[in-house]
């Protein structure tokens, strides 16, 4: 083999060169006509910069035959100076690369790799041009001074078709990855394309490309065409033939060459060469299987069963008013209907309560004979009607509540130890309904100007997936992802047409309650809880705009939108807790702007959990510290049913109810319900600094849940203590609650996908659908949890309906 030595300086130079171009190629015929090569045989050799080599591959190829052949290259040298360059020219590309083949990873470190494998892009004639003959040109060079060896191998693949139902094992790497071609059977519209593998690592990609030259197997040029996922234990991909005008497309295989993308280490060596032994491993086994999508028959029959299921309720609703109109007249207050739909008070002229109410008395009016002794705050002259809520005579509270002596009243009544409800519902109903009304249309401004937001921001989420195919973006489980129109899991959206459906079933719900609230309330009684229906329509309007938001989410989940989920549930939990201490206090009630302004504290707490909780142990700290002292600030305002004044003097007065009540004298609380929580805030805040949970934003809501259930069980419990019924229809509410409970957060904790983590390793946590082939176990989900939100709250609407018959001067307050 000639042209062993380096070439002379000069013109001598430029002889050696133009005679190397004019004589015979080595290996190859009279004026660098190329060598015959034959398939399947590994021929050796060696080049420099006066000596290459030219192989041609012939073959014939039929029609309706795809022929793919992969081309297999070696060589043992490492210098990067002087590659081997290899160029293979087909009928319509040219594909080439060098050797060693050079990656980058992060920290600009390089991955050389000395053996090469690539599958050229296949042709497939036209059946009308029959046979055609085709060639193969594969051209081995190098700018090299010296000889450089080298290996070609070049095969026709056997298995290069894939097969619907049928696992396909093989091998890549990142030197040598894989493709493979899938053509749509006739009757299949829709499939999704799984991949599995034993190892973690190394990490991997795997794409879906159209038909197109040159197809992008690299690490550098795999995101530029396609479908893509990045892999480590499972991927799954679902393709409809709508988007490939051939109706057949490349499923591409990736390694990479490190695995900081897959949430994996990098080579402790920074700067320089990674060594050989680590471009060694990242050899990975993979399996792939093509399997049949779900048809159109089954996204009707899952709609039809998402409303069909829920519009049950609303059949279930209908019912009961009909058994309650049916025995109305029979029973009122015990009736089944009556609790449910249109509550148990319903005052008629022959009603015994009626004829016993104190004359001029009106509802929070404190009659003759109230425990309390206290004056009548509101009388049938000083106003319109007692029905009338939204007169615009009516006073405003501040007319009532500036005057010192009703400020002394109050602080005197509130200090007794054994209270009663007439003692806490002293102010005007009309003026008490009017504050609780402003949460309703409060909560409707928050939801338009915080869903309009959001819609625009996952549309644009869904566009980006779908443009650029980057399928890391969104954290579905993509083994029970089935795309509709432009939106990529249409189950996770349809699944939360339940909260929407339910939410405004139980508006419905709540305004006959209070229509016939209002009718009976003509009678001016003074009996049962005071009816305030104003949080009910705001927690009714919060469970719809749960339902949209965690559409909204579910449309792209991952790790910038998570508050979208959950933020109503701060309201719902929250608005139930005022709703469950309001019923007691009518009148120690806290503003809406208040409350809303602590939800919006607990929303920003929750987004700067999620970003600096992970590692930063003095945000935990800070944290504790807020919740532990905005608990028992809280509890203060409770235990002094909201006469305990937050200012400078608070530390002293704190410091002399400690002496007084622990030092001096050790006295039992007097009021209950605000001792209930206390240890469950301290326990919570050394829980988040010892385990530091990674879903700081469901560590939130689990608080609001726990301490919600905890004053549930505390209210029944006292309700029981204090000889009070549970009629039927709570009773049966309580039941289902708990139930639907249990089996919600079931699959609830079956972990699908986790933004937590990186979309491969998420990946590696999903399953497949396991209702109607649809919807999988967060679907579920959001299917029960609907009916459990539902069901607690009719507890909360219906658990005092037993009280309607009762004075209020017997009701006691806990």
Known sequence: MAGGAPPAPGALLCALLWAAAAAPAPGGGPGGSPAPGAFGRLYRGAVNISAERLYAFAYRSQPGQVDAVRVYVNSSSENLQYPVLFVVRQQKGVLSWQVPLIFRGLYQRTYNYQEVSRTLCPSEPAPETGPSEQIIFVDVASMAPFNIAYELL??????????????????????????????????????????VSDAVYPCSVVSVQDIVCPVYDLDHNVE?????????????????????????????????????????????SIHGNV?????????????????????????????????LSFLSFYLGSVVVAFVHYISSDVELTGSFGSVLVAGSGIMTSSHPITSSTPEGSSYGAIGTSSSSGGRQL?????????????????????????????????????????LYLSDLSRKDRRIVSKKYKIYFWNIITIAVFYALPVIQLVITYQTVVNVTGNQDICYYNFLCAHPLGVLSAFNNILSNVGHTLLGFLFLLIVLRRDILHRRAMEMKDDYGIPKHFGLFYAMGIALMMEGVLSACYHVCPNYSNFQFDTSFMYMIAGLCMLKLYQTRHPDINASAYSAYASFAVVICLAV??????????????????????????????????????????????????????????????????????????????????????????????????????????FYIIMKLRSSEKLLPIPLFCIVATAVVWAAALYFFFQTLSSWEETPAESREKNRPCILLGFFDDHDVWHFLSAAALFFSFLVLLTLDDDLDTVRRDKIPVF
């Open 378 to 418: 509101s009388s049938p002259e000083r106003g319109p009607p007692a029905g009338s809520d939204t007169d615009s005579s009516v006073e405003e509270e501040s007319d009532f509540d500036t005057m010192p002596e009703i400020e002394s009243d109050k602080n005197v009544i509130r200090t007794k130890v054994f």
């Open 608 to 713: 700067l959990g999620v970003v600096f909780g992970k590692n930063g142990m003095w945000f935990w700290v800070i944290f504790s510290m807020i919740h532990v002292l905005a608990s028992l600030a809280l509890s203060t305002q409770i235990y002094y049913m909201g006469r305990f004044k937050i200012d400078l003097g608070i530390f002293r007065r704190a410091a002399m109810v400690l002496y007084t009540d622990c030092i001096q004298q050790c006295s039992r609380p007097m009021y209950m319900l605000s001792n209930v929580s206390s240890p469950l805030s301290p326990l919570s805040a050394i829980f988040g600094l010892v385990y530091r949970p990674r879903d700081f934003a469901s560590y939130i809501l689990g608080i609001f849940i726990c301490n919600l259930l905890l004053y549930l069980a």
């Open 154 to 195: 070049v095969t026709r693949l056997e298995s290069f078709q894939l097969e619907t139902n049928k696992p396909f094992n093989f091998t890549a790497s990142p030197s040598q990855p894989q493709y493979f071609l899938y053509k749509f059977p006739q009757d299949v519209d829709s499939v999704i394309i799984k991949v």
């Open 224 to 268: 530029f065409n396609g479908v893509y996922q990045s892999m480590t234990k499972q991927a799954a991909i679902t393709v409809q033939r709508k988007d490939f005008p051939g109706e057949q497309f490349f499923v591409v295989f990736v390694i990479k060459p490190e695995d900081y993308a897959c949430g994996g280490s990098v080579p402790s």
């Open 275 to 307: 060594n050989r032994t680590w471009n060694l491993q990242r050899t990975k086994n993979l399996q792939v299987t093509i399997v049949p999508s779900i048809k159109r028959s089954v996204y009707i029959q899952a709609m039809f069963f998402s409303f």
